[in-house]
């Protein structure tokens, strides 16, 4: 009988919420590890790298020599020399041999070597630095790097390894606390070592942490006379001076009738000022000082979590600052040298959420208060400048700006949007009332503003300007039940640009990944990662690109998107296609060929599996879930192997042999050296039988 060939594109992401037997071919009743791409297929997620400025494991490479008289191993990581070169590098890797042994001082094969400086010669011995016992003797000279290497992954894994080992975790204890990208470095939050009370701020600069120093400050009152930045303020009868790098208002105004007040952030420091004395600036009286000078010390780190916004309210290019609040200190200010904790006039100012929206700095605190600065005056907290505060009745759980006329307020029980220009026309809106929605997981993506609540991802509609309502809309019914079981661990969020994805972190250390073609979604997938993320951050680096980072609970930070493993770590991925009955509902199939068309970087491993009639045909090759029928596949013992041998598009075939009315196909990897590969549709072949009655 004629075979018959049933092929589909793979695309639409993950539907866990419908029958099987209703969805489409190339859906997915379960994903782990993969991400939809515009215009169809799935592709494998990229990995993360830990990160400090120093060569990435991500560019890690090698190259191989073939030796003789091996009589000692050169092990992984082993640092060696070239007796008469005096060239240097590390062992990567297993070490090769292919005839001879070491007990036998007549070992022969290939040793990779990477971190390499000079030149290894052909014929010279290869000693062990430490203590310059030889190890073999090299026969040739160096071999390139190639994929088709027959010990490629090992020693691309060593090499990885080698420079992956040279990156230094963030100085101190516990998780990350928050991390930011400013003027193309990457800074980060963490608890000191010394008290894990207090947290430190470090910037990833010449191969490692280099710990900041926050600016110490003076309150003031009375503030009679506009300070500029960088004057000198002398105490009138303590002769205490300094130089005024910031000026926040926290009340009045220079004018009266109220004067302002607030803190003065100051640097060089020459003797005490006292509580009560004048402050001056060329003899001139501009204030009273409201305490004496506040060191530069460490901030409360318990209970600290950063939210940071980076914006530029100057107009000059050099401008660009970062905002901050963590929910335990007060909100501060960070240029990359100087670093100003300001008050808002609260009298608990531990703000929660940030944004930068219409030339405001905006920040909420617990207890529904949302204020804002005064317009262009980001330290500025004084009516009399348009600031303002708003109130919500409920505690806030985010706030983001779409960049034109709406901020967005997400809280724990409901939705609401600020129109207008400044305070002069704030219009605040409630849009629902009846959402509970989840802190850190608003994120705005394609140009749409979207946030999860208990249960699903939602967007806030209609995307402005338009003459609408504002409403919101769930666009994650098809994952409904992972959302369920995970909306209250989320701990973060953050807009993919270049890939046009909205990410959502768990304290679990899974994810999901909603990925858009402008803003129309292609599909959701899951994504497990081996190391806890707890904050993240996207920025451009120097030349302008685009770079995604996280903080993990092990204190390193890792960059997003780059390499081939989770930091060192094997990313293990699954598709599930659903079970089909690709047309013949009601007649049993001999099923003779399964054909996956991928694109590939190199030659790889890749294992499937096949069932029939939703696994009730106990048939040879079948797999097996775990009761809850989302978690990963339980047993691979099974699975055949399908093995690629081009780097470009490739179809390759494997021969099956099952009877059902429907089939269901599982593809699996787990690797810590392979790249992102794409699967992007299958074809099948099979007979049809008689009619199931």
Same mark, same amino acid.
């Given at each position: 009988?004629?075979w018959?060939?049933?092929?589909f ?35 494998? +997620? ?38 008469? /070169? ?18 036998? @001082?007549n ?7 990477t971190?390499?400086?000079?030149? !290894? ?17 090299? /026969? ?11 010990s ?33 470095? +990457? ?39 506009? +300070? #500029? ?18 000026v926040?208002?926290a ?13 003065? #952030? ?5 003797g005490? !000022? ?12 501009? #204030? ?6 506040? #060191? ?66 905006? &920040?909420?605190?617990?207890g ?36 034109n ?39 705005? &993506? ?7 609540d ?13 003459f ?5 809309? @769930?666009? @994650? ?27 959502v972190?768990? /304290? ?32 451009d ?16 930070? &890792? ?10 770590? &094997? ?26 068309e ?8 890749l ?14 090759g ?42 269901g ?25 008689? +009619?199931?009655?």
């Amino acid at each position: 009988m004629t075979w018959v060939p049933k092929q589909f594109r793979l695309a639409g992401g993950v539907n866990e919420e419908d029958p099987q037997f209703v969805l489409q071919p190339g859906q997915l009743a379960f994903s782990r590890n993969y991400e939809c791409l515009r215009g169809g297929g799935y592709k494998r +997620v990229a990995g993360y790298e830990r990160y400090d400025t120093k060569t990435s494991p991500a560019s890690a490479t090698y190259k191989w020599y073939s030796f003789i008289s091996g009589v000692l191993l050169p092990s992984d990581q082993v640092y060696v020399n070239g007796a008469t /070169s005096g060239a240097h590098g590390y062992v990567c890797g297993l070490t090769e041999v292919t005839s001879g042994s070491w007990a036998g @001082s007549n070992a022969v094969g290939k040793v990779a070597l990477t971190a390499i400086t000079g030149v !290894f010669q052909s014929g010279e011995l290869l000693r062990r630095n430490s203590d310059n016992a030889t190890l073999c003797t090299l /026969s040739s000279a160096l071999n390139a790097q190639s994929t088709d290497d027959d010990s490629y992954e090992s020693w691309i894994h060593g090499a990885r390894k080698h420079y992956r080992d040279l990156i230094t975790v963030v100085p101190g204890t516990g998780s990350i606390l928050g991390v930011f990208v400013l003027g193309g470095y +990457v800074y980060a939050w963490r608890a000191t070592q010394a008290d894990a009370t207090k947290q430190a701020l470090y910037k990833a600069t010449g191969g490692g942490w280099s710990l900041q120093t926050l600016t110490g400050y003076i309150k003031y009152t009375g503030g009679v006379a506009e +300070v #500029a930045e960088g004057v000198t303020i002398t105490g009138a009868s303590s002769g205490a001076t300094a130089i005024v790098r910031r000026v926040n208002i926290a009340s009045g105004s220079w004018t009266g009738p109220t004067y302002a007040s607030g803190r003065f #952030a100051i640097t060089n420091i020459t003797g005490n !000022f006292t509580n009560g004395e004048n402050l001056q600036v060329a003899a001139v009286t501009v #204030a009273v000082a409201n305490g004496t000078q506040v #060191a530069a010390t460490a901030m409360t780190a318990t209970g600290a979590r950063h939210q940071i916004v980076i914006s530029n309210f100057y107009g000059a290019s050099d401008l660009t600052r970062a905002y901050g609040v963590d929910g335990v200190n007060p909100g501060w200010e960070f240029d990359g040298t100087y670093f100003c904790a300001f008050n808002t006039g609260m009298t608990t100012d531990t703000p929660k959420f940030v944004a930068v929206h219409r030339n405001h700095l905006f &920040v909420t605190y617990d207890g529904g208060s949302i204020q804002n600065s005064g317009t262009g005056l980001p330290l500025t907290w004084s009516p009399r400048t348009g600031a303002s505060e708003i109130g919500i009745g409920d505690d806030p759980t985010g706030i983001i700006s779409n960049g034109n006329n709406t901020l967005a307020i997400t809280a724990k029980n409901s939705v609401h949007v600020l129109t207008g220009i400044n305070n002069s026309d704030w219009n605040l809106r409630m849009i629902a009332d009846d959402v509970g929605t989840v802190a850190y997981s608003i994120a705005g &993506v394609g140009g749409q503003l979207m946030f999860l609540d208990r249960a699903g991802v939602n967007v806030l509609l209609p995307a402005p300007p338009t003459f609408q309502d504002y409403s919101t809309q @769930s666009i @994650s019914r098809s994952i409904r039940p992972t959302i369920e079981s995970s909306a209250t661990l989320a701990v973060d969020s953050i807009n993919a640009r270049l890939k046009s994805q909205y990410r959502v972190f768990f /304290s679990d250390k899974t994810g999901i990944i909603g990925s858009f073609d402008g803003t129309k979604l292609t599909g959701w997938t899951q994504v497990l990662y081996a190391h806890q993320i707890t904050c993240s951050a996207s920025g451009d680096d120097t030349v302008g690109a685009e770079r995604m980072f996280a903080g993990i609970s092990t204190g390193y930070v &890792v960059e997003l998107d780059v390499g081939s493993s989770f930091d060192g770590e &094997v990313i293990e991925s699954i598709l599930q296609l659903p079970f089909g009955y690709h047309g013949i509902p009601d007649r049993d199939k001999r099923y003779h060929k399964l054909t996956l068309e991928m694109t590939t970087p190199r030659a790889f491993d890749l294992y499937y599996a096949v069932d029939f009639d939703y696994g009730a045909s106990q048939q040879p090759g079948r797999f097996l879930f775990e009761s809850d029928s989302t978690s990963a596949l339980s047993s691979f013992a099974l699975f055949g192997t399908l093995f690629w041998t081009s780097s470009v598009l490739s179809a390759t075939e494997v021969n099956i042999d099952g009877i059902g009315r429907s089939i269901g196909i599982a593809i699996y990897n787990s690797s810590a050296v392979v790249d992102p590969f794409v699967c992007s549709a299958v074809l099948l072949q099979f007979t049809p039988l008689g +009619v199931k009655r």
